[in-house]
């Protein structure tokens, strides 16, 4: 079985992650920044890492309702849709991601100085795993 990507968009950086082979289990990769070279470095990493699908978050607010981020994630969803191609994107529900993953830092003893730095790709992989607990019914 392929790879599954995801991606926590960020006005600045996206944080990425990518399962195992068995698409059973997320795990981090650097977050990208947020440039016009990224859409190139998601189609490359989709490629090197033999990915086949992508999950792209969709920040809403807890209300459900949409947001500025809302519409940034929706173009950049429609920008990879049309960069990768036959490779599928899917939007998922990407709500608290960076709150969790900000807890989750902090139980691991990381200081909050150094959350920056992983926050992003920490959001994308509870993103992510929270998407294929969601295909196996979790």
């Not at 977050?31 to 992508?54: G, P, T």
């Not at 981020?69 to 929706?74: E, G, L, N, Q, R």
Request: hydrophobic content about 45%; proline content about 4%.
């Amino acid at each position: 079985m392929a790879r599954l990507l995801g991606i926590d968009p960020g006005a600045k950086r996206c944080g990425v992650a990518v399962t195992d082979r068995d698409a059973s289990m997320a795990f981090p990769r650097p977050a990208l920044a947020n440039n016009d070279q990224l859409i190139e470095a998601l189609r490359a990493l989709v490629a090197e890492e033999s990915v086949s699908l992508v999950v792209i978050g969709r920040p809403v607010a807890l209300s459900g309702n949409e947001t500025a981020s809302t519409h940034d994630a929706d173009l950049m969803y429609e920008a990879l849709v049309k960069a990768l191609g036959p490779v599928p994107v899917v939007q998922w529900d990407e709500r608290l991601t960076t709150h969790e993953a900000q807890r989750s830092l902090s139980a691991a003893g990381v200081k909050a100085k150094d959350h920056r730095q992983h926050v992003d790709s920490a959001a994308a992989v509870i993103m992510l795993q929270s998407y294929l607990d969601g295909q196996r019914g979790n």
